[in-house]
């Protein structure tokens, strides 16, 4: 197989870049099934698989024990929107404008079917699979020429960037509009009763509004908002960012959420009848607001988060059984999550109390939102039976953004130029075994400074750069930047022609 000549562009130099790309994977059998199950906010040290004994996800040991656990992947941001953007894309977020989070009405930011820039599903969909996206989406809905009206079909969506079929959150639990869209269209929608939504900043967008702020007393007893951003619409008991009203038969209860998108692979698996699917699943678990199923409640010792996290691992085992039940055994699993954890994130929840002293990045620093190894090391394990071995752990050094390239070289489709352009074809180290990923990656926060990464060497591009030896220092507690002023200016200078590469 002949490798794109941009895989080895994000090299350091032509023999190491030879070392981490190798010759790529030879096209051979293709998966009946590809599945990428999402969580979110999910960090690396939050379950029982990566070391937390106290919150067992025994479904994800599973997967674990059935193939192979990576230590040293990353989400392409600390942060949902720009990491799922460039999932999707291959491309890093920033390349693009206007691709950090999005409020619920935002644009869609995806680029569509035909526009030169291919997908991940539109490639998948090339490639002989039905596409679906279940769950979480997040990355905008509609052209963003005019608000978006709720009360009829919206477009573009998932459709047009190569999804089949999709039954989606049009954003973040937290964020309205608190409904679902199947294919496009509001699910359970009264025409009589209409739905108007806004993101002002102002505490009553209608005179009969009721919020977090000005009716406490209707909130859930872990539903107490702890910033004036998450405190506007009341829907379920739990405040919301944004104004909406009307819409009522529509909404969803929280603590359903995950059994609702479970069902609904169900669903999409079933009516497949055993022909090749790709499923992007994309659980909202442990986003807040947290709310997990009354069965779920108690089931830790670290509240309400930890709770929640088993919820997602039930999700996980749900999605399996439903695969084996419709005969997709041959399944090229992937898990991983959109960014690193957050404790406290808008809600007085109990978690900040639950998780005093507990490390959810365990053994990194940070989290969601920054640029510290915690907010972008996450959780990825990938199981394929026959083909990755089972019970294995790796460091090689991943992306998710490589999935893009990864998946085109295992289901065999050539990427055309100008797609994908910061997706490495890493299928040796996903699959084969190989231990060689690779050897640089851009960390992107929410916002601030980059990280650098080179190796088991990071740099955080600050004014005053800091620079970490991460095998000797995870906790990035000891800045080396005056130590090694060289490979400070070396990691500065590479940092600034990736960010310069044409996309």
């Known amino acids: 197989m002949r490798m794109d000549r941009r895989s080895f562009v994000l090299g350091a130099a032509a023999a190491v870049g030879a070392r981490c790309l190798g010759a790529g994977r030879a096209r051979g059998r293709k998966p009946k099934a590809v599945v990428v199950f999402y969580a979110d906010d999910l960090g690396?040290?939050?379950?029982?698989?990566?070391?937390?004994?106290?919150?067992?996800?025994?479904?994800?040991?599973?997967?674990?024990?059935e193939g192979c656990r990576f230590t040293d992947a990353h989400s392409p941001t600390s942060v949902c929107t720009p990491s799922r953007y460039s999932l999707l894309t291959g491309d890093y977020a920033f390349r693009r404008p206007n691709t950090n989070i999005l409020d619920g009405d935002a644009k869609l930011?995806?680029?569509?079917?035909?526009?030169?820039?291919?997908?991940?599903?539109?490639?998948?969909?090339?490639?002989?699979?039905?596409?679906?996206?279940?769950?979480?989406?997040?990355?905008?809905?509609?052209?963003?020429?005019?608000?978006?009206?709720?009360?009829?079909?919206?477009?573009?969506?998932?459709?047009?960037?190569?999804?089949?079929?999709?039954?989606?959150?049009?954003?973040?639990?937290?964020?309205?509009?608190?409904?679902?869209?199947?294919n496009g269209d509001v699910v359970g929608l009264d025409p009589a009763d209409p739905i108007a939504i806004s993101y002002d900043r102002?505490?009553?967008?209608?005179?009969?509004?009721?919020?977090?702020?000005?009716?406490?007393?209707?909130?859930?007893?872990?539903?107490?908002?702890?910033?004036?951003?998450?405190?506007?619409?009341?829907?379920?008991?739990?405040?919301?960012?944004?104004?909406?009203?009307?819409?009522?038969?529509?909404?969803?209860?929280d603590q359903d959420i995950s059994d609702t998108l479970c069902r609904e692979a169900d669903d999409f698996l079933r009516e497949a009848g055993g022909?090749?699917?790709?499923?992007?699943?994309?659980?909202?678990?442990?986003?807040?607001?947290?709310?997990?199923?009354?069965?779920?409640?108690?089931?830790?010792?670290?509240?309400?988060?930890?709770?929640?996290?088993?919820?997602?691992?039930?999700?996980?085992?749900?999605?399996?059984?439903?695969?084996?039940?419709?005969?997709?055994?041959?399944?090229?699993?992937?898990?991983?999550?959109?960014?690193?954890?957050?404790?406290?994130?808008?809600?007085e929840d109990g978690a900040t109390e639950a998780w005093k002293g507990v490390n959810p990045a365990h053994p990194w620093s940070g989290g969601k939102y920054g640029p510290f190894e915690g907010g972008t090391r996450v959780p990825f394990l990938v199981c394929w039976p026959g083909e990755v071995k089972p019970g294995t752990v790796s460091s090689s050094l991943l992306s998710q953004t490589d999935l893009a390239r990864t998946l085109a070289a295992v289901v065999g489709e050539d990427v055309p130029e100008g797609s994908m352009r910061d997706s490495i074809d890493l299928s040796h180290a996903m699959i084969d075994g190989s231990p060689y990923g690779r050897t640089e990656l851009v960390e992107q926060p929410g916002w601030g400074a980059l990280g650098f990464r080179q190796d088991n060497w990071k740099l955080v591009a600050t004014k005053e750069p800091k620079l970490f030896d991460l095998s000797a220092d995870p906790a990035e507690q000891n800045n080396l930047a005056a130590k090694y002023p060289m490979r400070v200016r070396q990691m500065t200078e590479r940092l600034r022609k990736v960010l310069k590469e044409p996309n």
């Not at 979480?136 to 089949?164: M, Q, R, Y």
């Open 44 to 65: 690396y040290g939050d379950t029982s698989t990566y070391g937390q004994s106290r919150v067992p996800c025994p479904n994800l040991d599973r997967l674990a024990a």
């Open 109 to 182: 930011i995806l680029p569509l079917a035909g526009s030169g820039k291919l997908t991940l599903p539109a490639m998948m969909k090339r490639a002989g699979y039905r596409t679906a996206a279940i769950g979480k989406w997040h990355l905008g809905l509609g052209e963003g020429t005019a608000p978006t009206d709720w009360n009829s079909h919206v477009s573009p969506g998932p459709k047009e960037v190569g999804f089949d079929y999709s039954f989606i959150m049009a954003a973040t639990a937290d964020r309205v509009p608190c409904v679902f869209l199947r």
């Open 202 to 253: 102002v505490q009553q967008k209608w005179p009969d509004e009721k919020t977090g702020r000005t009716n406490p007393e209707l909130l859930k007893a872990w539903g107490g908002t702890k910033d004036h951003q998450h405190d506007k619409t009341i829907i379920d008991g739990i405040s919301r960012i944004g104004h909406m009203r009307g819409g009522k038969a529509a909404c969803w209860h």
């Open 275 to 347: 022909k090749p699917v790709f499923l992007y699943f994309c659980t909202s678990d442990v986003h807040v607001p947290r709310d997990p199923h009354r069965r779920f409640r108690g089931k830790t010792d670290l509240g309400i988060r930890g709770d929640q996290t088993v919820q997602m691992d039930d999700a996980l085992g749900k999605v399996r059984a439903s695969l084996a039940k419709y005969g997709y055994d041959d399944t090229l699993f992937v898990f991983t999550s959109d960014n690193g954890p957050a404790v406290a994130d808008g809600y």
